[in-house]
């Protein structure tokens, strides 16, 4: 079995980020305008502290998004992250409410983003590891969407290879799978998609390494032949077609 060559994908913050709902505009508007889009759902009555803080942290997460294109990514993190329980409670008011969980995810994958440009890698972990069921509903709700799939490839791609590093094989596997899947049912929709046989790619080598099962190994080994030849290995998978393949 090969050795581990890990690198973390941190997700493009211009990638499939979901917006936030509208804003509160009074107690009584409740959360309809975050709802009308993706559910029939009825609304919910907000108390005005409710929608005081709904407003605050929709307004913060706005900010974040706007650092975070600048570069300034410490601004990002001290803007949204004290945004984060609100926007858990909003999320949570209607769990079949997918604009809300997109805003959830979004904000996780932010947050997330940032630490890891700041080099806090140990943070990105728990708030991928939050943010991946979030988007696992966004995704759900709208395969077709290139975007969403891409982001929660990554997530899960990178929670595999973080549990990797931890020598705990058997938290790497699920989202290896997960991965796993989506990846290939999104191939199968958009076939010349790089990003999705990369993910492909990463996702066989994840399990291969997580069950030790060589059929994994063997079905990366035509993938990573395939995106060598059509000179489109990403950086994080290079080390890995040079291992399997020999260096070109």
């Given at each position: 079995m090969m050795k581990s060559a890990i690198s973390v994908l941190f997700v493009s913050s211009a990638m499939a980020l979901a917006g936030a709902p509208a804003l509160a505009q009074d107690a009584a508007a409740a959360d309809s305008a975050a709802t009308a889009q993706t559910t029939q759902a009825p609304a919910t009555t907000l108390t005005p502290e409710q929608a005081e803080a709904q407003n605050k942290a929709i307004a913060d997460f706005t900010a974040a998004q706007q650092a975070q294109e600048?570069?300034?990514?410490?601004?990002?993190?001290?803007?949204?992250?004290?945004?984060?329980?609100?926007?858990?409670?909003?999320?949570?008011?209607?769990?079949?409410?997918?604009?809300?969980?997109?805003?959830?995810?979004?904000?996780?994958?932010?947050?997330?983003?940032?630490?890891?440009?700041?080099?806090?890698?140990?943070?990105?972990?728990?708030?991928?590891?939050e943010a991946a069921p979030q988007w696992t509903k966004v995704y759900q709700a709208d395969k077709a969407n290139a975007g969403v799939r891409g982001t929660?490839?990554?997530?899960?791609?990178?929670?595999?290879?973080?549990?990797?590093?931890?020598?705990?094989?058997?938290?790497?596997?699920?989202n290896f799978e997960q991965a796993l899947a989506i990846a290939k049912e999104g191939r199968a929709a958009d076939p010349t998609s790089a990003d999705l046989a990369n993910a492909e790619f990463s996702s066989l080598i994840g399990l291969n390494?997580?069950?030790?099962?060589?059929?994994?190994?063997?079905?990366?080994?035509?993938?990573?032949?395939?995106?060598?030849?059509?000179?489109?290995?990403?950086?994080?998978?290079?080390?890995?077609?040079?291992?399997?393949?020999?260096?070109?």
């Open positions: 600048a570069g300034n990514h410490a601004e990002t993190i001290a803007k949204l992250e004290p945004a984060l329980p609100v926007i858990k409670e909003i999320a949570g008011r209607d769990p079949a409410n997918i604009q809300n969980a997109g805003f959830y995810a979004s904000a996780l994958t932010i947050v997330a983003n940032s630490q890891g440009a700041l080099g806090n890698i140990d943070a990105i972990a728990p708030l991928y590891t929660l490839v990554s997530i899960l791609v990178n929670l595999g290879n973080f549990s990797l590093n931890k020598q705990d094989k058997a938290a790497a596997k699920p390494q997580s069950t030790g099962e060589s059929s994994y190994l063997e079905a990366a080994k035509p993938l990573g032949a395939e995106l060598r030849e059509k000179g489109t290995v990403s950086a994080a998978n290079k080390p890995a077609v040079d291992a399997i393949l020999g260096a070109a």
